[in-house]
């Protein structure tokens, strides 16, 4: 009786590793969750959808680092650490060192609404926590990990980079494109898409337009960053030519839809 009993558990316990491994989402290395916080499941609900990275908007109140679009929306328990840097933790410990096992280092863009200086000293305090999953640069040099944090709005650059070691990169805008900062304190630049192209993503894309892109993309490839667009119309010929143009982050409010786009791509 007693072997019957440990031979069904051991079944059990195979079964729902089975199912647990069979249920491990496949990475989209394009995608982004733009303002991912207004999600039902902030951060869970994209990497269900295999995204690889994501966006908080962050406020320093109260001594709190709470998530949030505007001041009126926040509350106490909406932590950037509660909604974000913990439950990748838990990701990153369940999947051997990796959010998605044997996945890419996952982006998390933290979007700073508050003072930049002193949210940003907050946030690289509280990093200090998480440091054995975050990329890290010590010395001017970089250890990748699980995750790459990038700060965006209020940016006090002069303060992130004199961190050291450091948690973070900056997001640079279109406006930095010639800049001669090193990739692992700029990885990425951002931008409104509204300000710099007229393309809305009906009929063909004109060319000049699809040629500053290109070139956009050329640039900031070239100096070790990554390019995000934002306001971008929620439109499939709009995804298909940042697609062609290998941008790296392609934002979206709907995620399923934007899966099944850029699965359905390859």
Known sequence: MLAHKTFSTS???LLAMTLHASA?????????????????????DALDNGFCSVEADVFLADGKLLV?????ELKQDRTLSKLYLDPLRDRVKANSGRVFKNGPTITLLVDIKSDGKSTYLALDKELTRY??????????KLKVGAVQVVVSGNRDFETIAKSNPRYVGIDGRLSDLGSTQPGHLMPMISDNWRLHFKWRGDGDMPNDERNKLQAIVKTSHKAGRTVRMWATPEKEALWKELLSADVDHINTDDLPRLRRFLQNAK
């Open 24 to 44: 491990q989402p496949t990475p989209v290395q394009k995608a982004h969750a733009h303002n991912d916080y207004y999600h039902d499941r902030p951060l869970l």
């Open 131 to 140: 440091a054995e999953m975050l990329s890290i640069v010590e010395d001017s």
């Open 68 to 72: 949030g679009h505007s001041k009126n």
């Open 11 to 13: 079944v059990t316990l």
